[in-house]
């Protein structure tokens, strides 16, 4: 089936500097994504989403941007903090119910 | 406080030997997930509840079950345990299918010896 993949599989970043994590997204169909914060030994988190109506959304200190031309989503964190270190994914929502998870892009910050 | 709660967070089972997963919910929603999340992969999707309407993903194998016995609670059974389903099992639930954000509980780690 289609699949949601992600281009780095590890992003090292300074504190302080903005984070961009990418994923491209192969199911044009897709109608809603999903960015995930996974910490050691813990469960998914979510961050933020998007509907495939809009391009662009903001949270605190992150933001989504999603390009249907190219079928392409970013995350950007601003001033990223060491708390930030993770492991992200993005997801796709499929036919409504179906979140296909990318395969996950670790964060590392470095004091 | 916690909204979804998996308990063991941490299970040994022997080889074969059948385990039962557990888990909760205090929001009241519609959907139940499980996942199974192998080591430095992503959550793979075994099936969903949308209230008692079981939903299998075409790929899961026949040795995964699952029982929801009312709105609060979701069990992930295996019936005969292997070595390769030695992973980490995420429970999460959603609202409804529109409104699909899902809430993820902290897993339980399965080993199986």
């Known amino acids: 089936g289609e699949s949601v993949g992600l281009h780095l599989p590890t992003l090292s970043v300074q504190e302080g500097d903005n984070s961009i994590i990418n994923c491209a997204y192969s199911?044009?169909?897709?109608?809603?994504f999903i960015w995930y914060k996974q910490e050691s030994g813990k469960g998914p988190q979510f961050i933020i989403d998007?509907?495939?109506?809009?391009d662009k959304r903001q949270g605190q200190r992150v933001t989504v941007l999603l390009n249907k031309t190219v079928k392409h989503l970013s995350l950007q964190i601003a001033a990223t903090q060491p708390g930030d270190s993770a492991v992200y994914f993005c997801a796709e929502m499929e036919y409504g119910n179906k979140l296909v998870f990318g395969a996950g892009t670790i964060l590392r910050v470095k004091s | 406080d916690a909204m979804v709660i998996q308990n063991p967070r941490y299970q040994v089972t022997q080889f074969g030997k059948p385990v039962t997963l557990s888990c909760s919910q205090t929001?009241?929603?519609?959907?139940m997930y499980w996942y199974q999340q192998k080591s430095s992969q992503a959550p793979k999707l075994l099936f969903h509840y949308y209230d008692k309407d079981f939903n299998n993903e075409a790929d899961t194998p026949d040795n995964f079950q699952s029982r929801r016995p009312n709105t609060s609670f979701c069990f992930l059974d295996i019936r005969s345990p292997g070595l390769g389903d030695a992973a980490m099992y995420l429970c999460a639930t959603s609202r409804d299918y529109i409104m699909g954000e899902q809430y993820f509980g902290p897993g339980t780690r399965l080993t199986v010896t």
């Open positions: 929001l009241n929603h519609n959907v």
């Open positions: 199911n044009s169909a897709s109608d809603y």
């Open positions: 998007i509907r495939s109506n809009m």
